[in-house]
């Protein structure tokens, strides 16, 4: 914290500003100022945490320089020193504007009282106006995922939005710290800010993201500088990052169609690795492939009857790492790969099921959803599908209490 010391007795400002430890009390000690023109003149500049005035000075032209001070600083502090018969009209002249009043005559430890009851009272207000920005940028982060990220209408809010629009919905992820949620965690933190420290608009976590809106161009050289804010996020984070854009909307209720398209180019960024990238990138493609092969389902069913889950793995892996590497693959083309893998597997386990006399519990295959992420969120995913199934088939059930291994 800072203070400021005001009096035109030069021999009174330099004994106040020496015979306090201003800087054990936890204050950084400004020059102090000899009339109220000049405090008034360095406030905006240097703004000080507590000002210390003497009271002709304070009442300099009849205006008071706390009151003024104030209008510049709200949250100052004002401590005014007067002399013994200027004391109680001080008060009453200064009245809402200042935080104690003492006489000149005050030793220093009332000085020191007063002065860290006035830092209390400065770290209390701090820590409340803290709390309300927190509360407040709380509110406004859960009401943009709810309209952004989730499309709820109901709390759109075009407040929230910068700028006057266009606008435009950027998704940011990052690997390369390790495979452990605390380790993806971190690198979320330091992507969110290194986004903050170069990349202007609201900002909000979401799942292993970061999404970023801004107002929206087309031009080549904002494509450019988020392109270099990519390469500057890796190089300060040792990370590989992925920023792709989605659509441009002219309007705010159409903010959760750019976030569904940034999400969807995101979800085939292997495709188009190495830096940002628009969702026109991937409007302009024919679509690759969307169901199993026959020889790719019969191999899926052999592995899933062999009840092998390394090999499932691995099958899985090179899956999505083909469907990643096409160069026509499309958002919707890829959840349709997966999905048709999952209802392969389904397709095959039910007359098992049927077969065992399990129909009353036969499984009801729910819509495969690929989550937002690397390649290894895929495989696990639809391995995670793809094993349930085998697993399912292979345990124990009435008719077999040794299991079954095959069909």
């Given at each position: 914290m800072?203070?400021?010391?005001?009096?035109?007795?030069?021999?009174f400002r330099t004994g106040l500003a020496r015979a306090i430890p201003w800087e054990e009390l936890g204050f950084a000690l400004l020059q102090p100022a000899a009339s109220a023109d000049e405090a008034l003149t360095r406030l905006s500049v240097e703004r000080p945490d507590l000002l210390l005035?003497?009271?002709?000075?304070?009442?300099?032209?009849?205006l008071p320089l706390a009151a003024r001070a104030k209008l510049l600083l709200p949250d100052l502090e004002v401590i005014i020193l007067a002399g013994c018969e200027d004391l109680a009209s001080a008060r009453e002249a200064l009245g809402q504007h200042v935080s104690d009043c003492l006489p000149r005559t005050s030793t220093p430890e009332d000085i020191i009282r007063s002065v860290l009851a006035a830092k209390r009272r400065t770290k209390e207000k701090r820590h409340a106006q803290s709390r309300?920005?927190?509360?407040?940028?709380?509110?406004?982060?859960?009401?943009?995922?709810?309209?952004?990220?989730?499309?709820?209408?109901?709390?759109?809010?075009?407040?929230?939005?910068?700028?006057?629009?266009?606008?435009?919905?950027l998704i940011a992820a990052a690997d390369g710290w390790g495979t452990t949620d605390r380790d993806r965690a971190l690198l979320r933190f330091g992507v969110h800010y290194a986004i903050r420290e170069l990349l202007p608009g609201e900002r909000f976590e979401y799942g292993p993201t970061i999404v970023l809106i801004q107002p929206a161009s087309r031009s080549d050289h904002d494509s450019a500088a988020r392109r270099q804010a990519a390469r500057r996020m890796e190089e300060w984070l040792g990370c590989r990052i992925d920023l792709v854009a989605g659509e441009p909307v002219i309007r705010p209720e159409r903010m959760h169609r750019s976030y569904v398209t940034a999400r969807d180019t995101l979800a085939c960024r292997q495709a188009v690795r190495n830096g940002t990238r628009e969702y026109a990138d991937t409007t302009g493609r024919s679509g690759g492939k969307s169901i199993l092969s026959a020889d790719e389902e019969r191999t899926l069913i052999r592995l899933l009857q062999d009840n092998n889950p390394a090999e499932l793995k691995r099958w899985t892996r090179a899956f999505v790492r083909g469907l990643l590497q096409d160069p026509e693959t499309t958002p919707r083309t890829f959840r349709a790969a997966l999905q048709s893998a999952v209802m392969a597997a389904y397709r095959w386990l039910m007359p098992m099921e049927r077969a065992k006399g399990l129909t009353g519990r036969a499984l009801r295959p729910s819509v495969f959803q690929p989550p937002d992420g690397e390649e290894q969120d895929h495989v696990e995913s639809l391995y995670g599908c793809l094993a349930a199934v085998m697993e399912r088939h292979h345990r124990p059930w009435p008719g077999n209490l040794g299991g079954e291994g095959g069909t």
């Open positions: 800072k203070v400021l010391i005001v009096d035109d007795e030069v021999i005035a003497g009271i002709r000075t304070a009442v300099d032209n009849g309300q920005r927190e509360t407040t940028d709380d509110k406004k982060i859960r009401q943009l995922i709810g309209w952004i990220a989730e499309g709820i209408a109901e709390m759109a809010d075009r407040s929230l939005l910068p700028g006057d629009g266009p606008w435009q919905v």
